[in-house]
């Protein structure tokens, strides 16, 4: 039996529909700090019903807040799961040279074309910890973080600061304190509540540990 002319038209739109991309999840195989080969997450279904897995695709740009000098980057690993986003156009030439390009290819909606955004992920890969009250920078499990709310910061975790210090406000210190090195401080009172201990303390160019008194003058003494 003879097919329509419409369902003729209808099979080749589906038929050409079928190699548009758009926008995939994926995971990583490996990432070199710039481009990740990832897998295609999902398996496309031919015309005839048979099921197919999408080959690797390979230099896919992974995206990163990057703007106005400054950057923010995470660690991508082996198995870490996103989306794919496929250009409606070649990207090559702009990719190489970083230039206004016209497309160096006529495809459209390609595998080729593909811009890795990490972080989209499955229900088994989601924040275990997940932070409702603020924005968060965080490990996982949310051992360690950088938590902004209104009005406040918080900091779970070890500090290693390089560089100059300046506070403003007072300071409250809960638990012990160690200095390496020398620590000055220009007008202003410093005042503790507790123990101070230092093994040297020079106090207005005297040194407070080896300083002497030495009474000068004469003594009055009232008689009885």
Known sequence: ?????????KKSIKQDRSNVYTALPARVINFNG???????????IMTNGQEIEIPPLVDVPAQFPHAGGFCFTVPI???????VIFS??????WYISGDKSKPLDNRMH????GIFIVGVNSVPKKISDFYHDGASMQTDNGS?????????ILIKGDIEHTGNSKQTGNLALM??????????????????KGTLSASKIVGGGIDL???VHVETGSITRKPS
């Open 88 to 93: 409606s156009r070649c990207i090559d030439g």
């Open 209 to 211: 540990e080896n300083h």
């Open 144 to 152: 360690t973080y950088i938590r902004l709310t209104d009005g406040k």
């Open 175 to 192: 638990g012990n304190y160690q200095q390496v090195g020398s620590w000055a401080q220009q007008g202003g009172d410093a005042a503790s």
């Open 34 to 44: 710039h481009t990740v080969t990832c897998e295609i997450m999902i398996t496309r």
């Open 110 to 113: 390609d595998l080729s074309d």
């Open 77 to 83: 690993k082996k198995g870490d799961e996103g989306l």
């Open 1 to 9: 039996m003879n097919e329509s002319l419409t369902t003729v038209i």
